[in-house]
């Protein structure tokens, strides 16, 4: 019997999120790796939810990695760490590492069509990347001298 090897899902951030406290999500930001068919609320899923005040989140994108597997894309949730212990930086990011939709490639219209889309059509767009592939769209977010504006 063959074994198969877990996929994960992970949401994504697809907008700076200013009006929560420093450090908040940016653009990029992975929020939860997650493994294959997690339960995903309502919000996370863009769907209106009467009475949340919430509503439907246009910040969030859930991407289903079939050959990517919890533990190779944990590293995505890492905090940016200081760099200068001796002079720590009050500016840390939310997120060391980002996905950085300039580093897409071109063929990847489904993906880039769902980061884009606020009404949410497509409630989760599934990315055949290894980890080596997902890798080569992850950028390491600049170090802040002050918080963006």
Not at 26 to 31: A, L, N, S
Not at 76 to 100: C, V
Request: aromatic fraction near 8%; glycine fraction near 6%; charge should be neutral.
């Amino acid at each position: 019997m063959a074994m198969t090897k877990p996929m994960c899902e992970i949401l994504l951030c697809v907008r700076d999120m200013r009006n929560v406290a420093w450090p908040y999500p940016q653009q990029g930001d992975v929020i939860a790796v997650v493994p294959d068919g997690w339960r995903w609320g309502a919000c996370e899923l863009g769907q209106a939810v009467e009475g949340n005040p919430n509503g439907n989140h246009p910040f969030w994108r859930i991407i289903k990695l079939p050959n990517v597997t919890v533990a190779q894309a944990s590293n995505l949730l890492a905090p940016e760490r200081d760099t200068d212990p001796q002079g720590p930086s009050p500016y840390l990011q939310y997120r060391q590492f980002y996905f950085d939709k300039t580093k897409i490639p071109a063929g990847q219209i489904a993906l880039l069509q769902n980061l884009a889309d606020d009404l949410r059509t497509n409630g989760f767009v599934t990315l055949n990347f290894t980890a080596a592939q997902l890798a080569n769209v992850i950028s390491r977010r600049p170090a802040l001298s002050a918080p963006p504006s």
